[in-house]
């Protein structure tokens, strides 16, 4: 099993660019997440999926946007990158279970982002 | 409110002491606490979580102490290893979503 993976894993794009960041499981999860990671900031929830074909805010969602076609796949995309979105992404997934557990969510490497 | 407060932001340690790490909270409705632990240039991992019903959970060197009451929990590592130094973040969850705390930067030396 590969886990969650990361595509690409690093990026340089100008301010006004797009991209889609792609992240893939192979763990059959329900949920799954986009995070970024900024210093001293922790991380970030921007969106997050409950199941294939739905998608929510997280607590910074502005200038992004999420599709969950696949179980399998998340994908993140930047319609027009800012340098504020400077930052590094991480991808999660987790199984729904019951709600007495805690289901871990497993992460992703990482896409290290920089937007000039 | 739903933030979580994590400190030290760094700490540095000698081998085989004791590493502290605080977190706070304000909402009663989270009902789950992990800790992560992130290695430089990887994704972080789940180290070990507690519910809030429980007061103390161990596993090897690490044991989380949770205070309810207080609204607030901590890790602790003990005989803290060089292997240890990595970022710690404490977490919350509240409906299938974690929120993290700042994150603690701990450094062990020999």
């Not at chain 1, 805010?57 to 319609?79: A, I, M």
Request: hydrophobic share 35%; proline share 6%; glycine share 10%.
């Amino acid at each position: 099993n590969a886990g969650v993976t990361q595509t690409p894993k690093f990026r340089v794009l100008k301010t006004g660019q797009s991209m889609t960041l792609l992240c893939a499981q192979d763990m059959n999860h329900e949920y799954m997440y986009w995070y970024r990671q900024d210093p001293g900031m922790g991380l970030r929830l921007i969106h997050y999926s409950v199941g294939e074909g739905t998608t929510a805010k997280g607590e910074v969602p502005d200038g992004y946007n999420v599709s969950r076609l696949k179980k399998q796949n998340f994908l993140l995309g930047l319609e027009s990158a800012a340098p504020s979105q400077t930052s590094v992404y991480f991808c999660a997934s987790s199984y729904s279970g019951p709600r007495g557990v805690y289901n871990e969510q497993f992460f992703g490497p990482g896409t290290r982002l920089t937007v000039l | 409110q739903q933030q979580v407060k994590q400190s030290p932001q760094s700490l540095i340690v000698q081998k085989g002491g004791i590493s502290i790490i605080n977190c706070a909270y304000e909402n009663t409705a989270f009902d789950y606490f992990p800790w992560y632990q992130q290695f430089p240039g990887k994704g972080p991992a789940l180290l070990i979580a507690i519910r809030p019903d429980v007061s103390e959970k161990k596993e090897g060197r690490f044991t989380i102490s949770f205070n309810k009451s207080a609204k607030q929990f901590s890790l602790h590592i003990m005989d803290s290893q060089p292997g240890d130094s990595a970022t710690y973040f404490c977490a919350a969850r509240s409906t299938d979503k974690l929120i993290f705390g700042t994150g603690t930067r701990l450094q062990v030396f020999p």
